[in-house]
């Protein structure tokens, strides 16, 4: 048995405690994050961040929040581009509000730690891990690919973004502006797993065969299985997988911190603590304690 597990886990103080005793004692972290990792840090798709950017698409469009923008059917390829320039600007090149990915870094920054997320913000990277720590499964918005496609290539966006953003007037791009792909000239589109379109390009698999040789290295040691705002769009790659591995090995520790949606299967209840909270003020918390030792 897990030396963690004979600790009370009742209130949100003892949980604090068993997660820094899970943290310090593990021989490795395994962060699993979705989207309400960076929800916590600030990254909001409706209310008052939705409208300080697009309060114009809204009333022009009648959408009310960025994820609906995202699958409006756009009448041009000048406007899409409008809107899915802005988009990506401010969720993929514009830093999140809250230090909520720089306060995790600090907590594992020591540790053998590896990052399996479904974000597409590139958060992590921007908060300081180590890219070759990093599978992002889902894609990036700051990558684009063919929408046919053609190739098994993705490409850097930012400059192209850029021009957009600075050039759109009423709601529409140049349309010497709008992406095409460099081989066959067809219309780009984001790198963003939605079909079986989505590309994983030479950089995916390099990452994914890393986390795999990652769990093999880390089979039967003392691991932190650390699941942050992940929910149930694709609980497969995530959520599922940790509690499988939780339940193989015995002296894993799993950890589930997500707000009104903290989980576990009984099976692994006694290696388990979840946490109904905010991600933010739990890793402020951590760091607090960190602090005082």
């Known amino acids: 048995m897990n030396a963690v597990q004979t600790m009370k886990k009742t209130s949100s103080a003892d949980q604090i405690r068993y997660l820094k005793t899970a943290m310090d004692q593990s021989d490795a972290v395994i962060i699993g994050a979705g989207a309400g990792l960076s929800t916590s840090a600030g990254f909001e798709y409706s209310g008052e961040r939705f409208q300080t950017y697009f309060s114009d698409f809204e009333k022009k469009y009648g959408f009310h929040d960025m994820y609906s923008g995202g699958f409006y059917p756009y009448n041009t390829l000048e406007e899409y581009w409008a809107f899915w320039s802005r988009y990506i600007y401010i969720n993929r090149y514009m830093d999140a509000p809250k230090p909520v990915y720089e306060n995790l870094y600090q907590l594992v920054r020591n540790k053998?730690?590896?990052?399996?997320?479904?974000?597409?913000?590139?958060?992590?990277?921007?908060?300081?891990?180590?890219?070759?720590?990093?599978?992002?499964?889902?894609?990036?918005?700051?990558?684009?690919?063919?929408?046919?496609?053609?190739?098994?290539?993705?490409?850097?966006n930012e400059k192209q973004v850029g021009k957009m953003i600075l050039q759109q007037e009423a709601l529409r791009i140049p349309s010497g502006l709008i992406p095409v792909c460099p081989h066959c000239e067809k219309p780009m589109t984001m790198n963003l797993r939605s079909d079986q379109t989505f590309v994983e390009d030479a950089g995916w698999h390099k990452a994914a065969k890393r986390y795999s040789m990652f769990l093999e290295r880390c089979e039967d040691r003392n691991i932190l299985f650390l699941e942050l705002g992940v929910g149930y769009n694709t609980p497969g790659i995530i959520k599922y997988p940790f509690w499988q591995m939780t339940y193989q090995n015995p002296k894993a520790t799993y950890v589930c911190i997500n707000y009104g949606d903290a989980i576990c299967p009984k099976e692994i209840r006694e290696q388990t603590v979840c946490m109904d909270q905010d991600i933010g003020k739990v890793l402020v918390s951590l760091l607090e304690q960190t602090e005082t030792v």
């Not at 590896?114 to 990277?125: E, I, K, R, Y």
């Not at 908060?127 to 290539?153: H, I, V």
């Open 112 to 156: 053998d730690y590896f990052v399996l997320t479904t974000n597409v913000d590139h958060c992590f990277q921007k908060a300081g891990f180590d890219k070759k720590r990093l599978f992002y499964t889902q894609g990036d918005y700051g990558l684009f690919q063919c929408s046919e496609p053609c190739c098994n290539e993705t490409f850097d």
